[in-house]
């Protein structure tokens, strides 16, 4: 059971390329969303999905897109990489879905992206 | 506009003391609220969740406490350990959206 896996662990861009972030779960989980994390300004929602084929935007949905065909992969791409999207990624997963309840996130390990 | 503040960037705190976090939050109506524990390099760890009918929750040496009046949670470690040391976050639902939002966290070091 490996929980929530991000790659790559690490990734340099230039300016205006684009690239993805790959996450995947093995528990089932319907909920999974994305983060980026930014010293001094804490975890912001970049995207989330409440189960397959449903998205919808977080805090800082712009530059980024989306997509959830199944229920274990969550892709986040970066359409014309930018040097403000340097930052560390984070996927996050949990099992309550569309249904109510508290929603407790399992993480992955986490991507560092930069962008020059 | 609605904002979570944990209290103090960095603090530092001799072993076996007891270390008090404190998670502040204005135009939230939160029905829980969640504390995680993130290490450098590694993305966050679940800890604990309270509910706003709950005063107070615990796990081994972790205590959390919520009051709705203060909009506030605060969260002890007791008999504190270097093993301790940790960035602790809290987080909470906005509004009736399920999705988590987090404060920006405070450093917490445990010298031995």
């Known amino acids: 059971n490996a929980g929530v896996t991000q790659t790559p662990k690490f990734q340099v861009l230039k300016t205006g390329q684009s690239m993805t972030l790959q996450c995947a779960q093995d528990m089932n989980h319907e909920y999974m969303s994305w983060y980026r994390q930014d010293p001094g300004m804490g975890l912001r929602l970049i995207h989330y999905?409440?189960?397959?084929?449903?998205?919808d935007q977080g805090e800082v949905p712009n530059g980024y897109n989306v997509s959830r065909s199944t229920t274990e992969d969550f892709p986040l791409r970066l359409l014309s990489a930018a040097p403000s999207q340097t930052s560390v990624y984070f996927c996050?997963?949990?099992?309550?879905?569309?249904?109510?309840?508290?929603?407790?996130?399992?993480f992955g390990a986490g991507s560092r992206l930069t962008v020059l | 506009s609605q904002k979570i503040e944990q209290n103090s960037e960095a603090l530092n705190i001799q072993e076996g003391k007891t270390a008090t976090l404190t998670c502040n939050y204005t135009n939230y109506s939160p029905a829980y609220l969640q504390w995680y524990r993130q290490d450098p390099g590694r993305g966050p760890v679940f800890l604990l969740l309270i509910r706003e009918n709950e005063k107070e929750k615990r796990k081994e040496r972790l205590k959390v406490t919520f009051d709705t009046t203060l909009k506030q949670s605060l969260f002890h470690v007791t008999a504190s350990q270097p093993a301790d040391s940790a960035t602790y976050l809290c987080?909470?639902?906005?509004?009736?959206?399920?999705?988590?939002?987090f404060g920006s966290g405070t450093q917490l070091t445990v010298l031995p």
């Open positions: 987080a909470l639902p906005p509004g009736s959206a399920r999705q988590l939002t």
């Open positions: 996050a997963s949990s099992s309550t879905g569309r249904s109510s309840g508290a929603n407790v996130l399992t």
């Open positions: 999905s409440v189960g397959a084929g449903i998205t």
